[in-house]
């Protein structure tokens, strides 16, 4: 019989418990001990849903206080030195200075934090040289093993595979792999799997999802050399390498051969699986673990055309050696479509979130099990939903279509090069040497929430919150003024999210209340979800940008989210080309540009953290992607005249292999996620001889440490040994949403300081 599975799934909670004791226990509100209480309620939870909705194997050790990889970074002892770790088990206060960094008189950065493969959740980077030693320094899956048995939970243990762990980490020494270091990793995790073993794991799940990128011969040779040696200690346990996010190509001959017991295949976003398995066979002696079900997009699935797919896998694999089960782990979606009770009823049946995707996996299981017809009135009931959302008008509009259809290259250029834009904006803007400015955001205090949430449920008038938001802008222009930062911004009191604020004003989305996803930590976001064509009825941001600027005679920056932020950042229809859907929202951004322009504003920022994480993962699939961002940004603000100027932010990505798309933006700033990163990200810049103004993040502002001002000093005149004075713009990381208002106030003071004394040492023609 086959078995219903998942990779994983989400650690949230229905009502954000983890987020709750996070939060309160950084705060000092909640002890140690209340944490771990939450995380194992967390865990009773996620694994009773598995159950009752029939799942055969639930993933264990798939939950985490903060991130999967810190939690193998705990595992395996790979602690920098900076945290001052005792070598024992990696404790609370140690696991969380790498999640965020210390303050005080402990004083220590986070770790770097980037993204996840192709999505919007955000790891924290192993930091690994050569001299790392590895220990066992975590009795996290052996403790949750433990409790899943005596729940009556049939596990599988969930962990990072060795080789994707170190080809996910960063080395802290040129010329030196982290590869490298795979012979010292593996009695490690040898030991784990021996342990696990010893303790009753049926099923080890080694995550490799490396592998679904392009991979080299000696990489391949190090998958192989790493389940080797953890077969032979593996006892009566299966090991199943798990692979997600693509297809894996090259990798399929290596996979196949591997002594190990069961492979994972995403056949959702790597359909190409398929085709090898039917080109080149599959080995009779593994189990083969089918992702079906789309574990990162929110729409009900087509069941037919699903079980259609397993029947046609089932040709090549017998039914007994196959695990049905979502394409990637579910912590990429919401747990529960059925708390959303203020969607439009027609629409809901059209999703499915984490616990309806279990259904699916379950009534699939059942129809590859005991045949299609025990599963006829499910099968009916899903074609009847997926007729209808088809044949819904809220998916199409003539217009916007018809818009798109005239579209011509004129559309996506500027009337103006970039070198004949420089003087027009120089004269206009009126900056110094080294302009200070912010990403946008300012802390979103529980006063702005209180009133937001008051006038959201009636408990105060539009009128009465829209003059609270006022009071706001005008103090932090106040304080903007009285720090001497040089481009202010409005602080986005009146948003929400950086995505939901212009979907709730674009036509074509649809918004949910309880449908949280996981960034990184204790950081939440509800994806909007795109269910139709879209358009923007009307102006967007140009009242309160308008406002601001009428409050100082300094420029402040009109603030707008990319197109292909947007796209990335939302659930996006699948019945057409996501090009085509990011196209329809960049025509939407255009006409806020615009009408920003002609409103006065002289510095508009067109955000795009989201571009390079979207970027496919193998190389041959890239340039058809990048050239649909490029063009939408494009077309998003070519309409600014060439006084206005056009900035863009990025962050926590790998920007090298995209440089050349990033110049193509042509936006006159581009700022950049840079502290965590040294010099990486500059250096790429440098090499690529980029010639446009560069800001990149001289502090984290995702911790709440506060920079010293000789710290900031020493990371502006870093980055003037590899950037063009004239380049050189001075901000954070990212937006200060997230912050606290004293944290806010002393780093930018003393960001606005060392930028004031390095501009000291420039000759006096420069400043």
């Not at 999505?119 to 975590?138: G, K, M, Q, W």
């Not at 490298?180 to 799997?193: F, T």
């Not at 699939?364 to 209808?388: C, D, F, K």
């Not at 601001?548 to 009109?558: C, F, I, N």
Request: with cysteine; proline share 5%; hydrophobic share 45%.
């Amino acid at each position: 019989m086959a078995l219903a599975t998942i990779p994983g799934y989400p650690r949230i909670g229905k009502q954000r418990e983890l987020k709750r004791a996070l939060e309160g226990f950084w705060s000092g509100k909640l002890t140690e001990d209340d944490v771990v209480a939450a995380a194992a309620a967390g865990n009773r939870a996620n694994w009773s849903a598995q159950q009752t909705a029939g799942l055969d194997l639930i993933p264990v050790n798939d939950f985490s206080l903060y991130d999967q990889v810190l939690d193998a970074t705990a595992l395996v002892g790979a602690v920098p030195a900076r945290y001052e770790w005792s070598g024992n088990q990696v404790d609370l206060d140690t696991y969380f200075a790498m999640a965020r960094g210390r303050a005080g008189d402990r004083d220590v950065v986070a770790m770097e934090m980037t993204k996840w493969f192709d999505t919007n959740y955000h790891y924290l980077v192993p930091e690994l040289a050569p001299d790392t030693a590895f220990r066992l320094s975590s009795d996290q899956p052996f403790t949750q093993l433990a409790a899943a048995k005596a729940a009556g939970v049939r596990a599988k243990m969930a962990l990072i595979g060795p080789v994707s762990y170190l080809l996910l980490a960063k080395s802290t020494e040129d010329e030196f792999s982290p590869l490298q270091l795979l012979d010292h990793l593996l009695p490690i995790y040898a030991e784990v799997v021996s342990n696990l073993a010893a303790a009753g794991a049926e099923w080890i799940q080694f995550d490799e999802s490396m592998l679904v990128m392009d991979r080299t011969a000696v990489e391949l040779e190090a998958i192989a050399r790493a389940y080797t040696a953890l077969a032979d200690v593996k006892g009566s346990a299966k090991l199943v390498v798990h692979t997600a996010y693509d297809h894996v190509g090259a990798s399929f001959g290596t996979l196949t051969t591997l002594p190990i017991d069961g492979i994972g295949f995403d056949f959702v976003r790597g359909p190409e699986n398929l085709d090898l398995i039917e080109r080149s066979g599959y080995p009779a002696d593994k189990v083969l673990v089918a992702g079906v079900i789309d574990g990162r997009n929110i729409w009900t699935a087509d069941l037919g055309q699903s079980l259609d797919l397993l029947k046609r896998i089932a040709q090549r694999v017998p039914v007994d050696r196959l695990h049905v089960s979502s394409s990637s782990t579910l912590l990429h979606v919401p747990l529960d479509v059925r708390l959303e009770t203020e969607i439009d009823p027609a629409i809901v049946p059209w999703l499915a979130f984490a616990e309806q995707k279990l259904a699916e996996l379950a009534i699939l299981t059942r129809g590859l099990n005991e045949g299609e017809q025990m599963i006829v009135g499910e099968l009916a009931a899903n074609r009847e939903i997926i007729a209808r959302r088809n044949a819904s008008p809220l998916r199409r509009d003539p217009a916007v279509r018809e818009r798109l259809a005239r579209l011509s290259d004129a559309d996506m250029t500027r009337s103006a090069l970039f070198a004949e834009r420089v003087a027009p904006q120089r004269d206009r803007l009126h900056l110094p040497a080294l302009p200070t400015t912010t990403i946008g955001s300012f802390p979103q205090t529980p006063e702005v929430r209180v009133s937001r949430r008051k006038a959201e449920r009636g408990e105060i008038s539009a009128a009465a919150h829209d003059s609270f938001v006022e009071d706001q802008i005008r103090a932090v222009i106040a304080e903007q003024e009285a720090l001497g930062l040089d481009v202010l911004v409005h602080g986005e009191f009146e948003r929400n999210d950086m995505v939901q604020y212009f979907g709730e004003q674009l036509v074509g989305f649809v918004f949910t209340r309880h449908a949280w996803v996981q960034s990184y930590g204790s950081r939440y976001v509800r994806p909007p979800v795109i269910v139709g064509d879209v358009s923007r009825p009307e102006p967007m941001t140009v009242r309160w940008s308008a406002f601001a600027q009428s409050l100082t005679e300094r420029p402040v920056k009109g603030m707008l989210t990319g197109p292909v932020t947007i796209l990335n950042w939302s659930f996006v229809r699948d019945d057409q080309p996501r090009a085509d859907t990011c196209r329809q929202i960049a025509l939407a951004i255009r006409d806020e540009v615009a009408d920003l322009d002609r409103a006065g504003i002289k510095v508009i920022q067109v955000d795009e953290p989201a571009l390079r994480e979207g970027v496919p993962l193998r190389k041959e699939d890239q340039a058809e992607y990048l050239q649909m961002a490029v063009e939408s940004f494009r077309l998003a603000t070519a309409v600014a005249r060439p006084e206005t100027q056009i900035h863009s932010h990025m962050c926590y990505s790998e920007f090298g292999e995209i440089i050349g798309s990033i110049e193509a933006l042509d936006a006159d700033v581009v700022s950049i996620e840079n502290a965590r990163s040294g010099l990486e990200m500059l250096k790429v810049f440098h090499q690529h001889g980029y010639d446009k103004g560069v800001g990149p993040g001289v502090y984290d502002i995702h911790s709440p440490r506060v920079p010293p001002v000789a710290e900031i000093m020493a990371a502006v005149e870093a980055t003037l040994d590899v950037l063009d004075r004239a380049q050189v713009w001075v901000n954070p990381d990212c937006g200060l949403k997230t912050r606290q208002q004293p944290e806010v106030r002393a780093a930018l003071a003393n960001m606005v300081e060392a930028t004031r004394a390095v501009r000291a040492k420039l000759p006096v023609s420069a400043r």
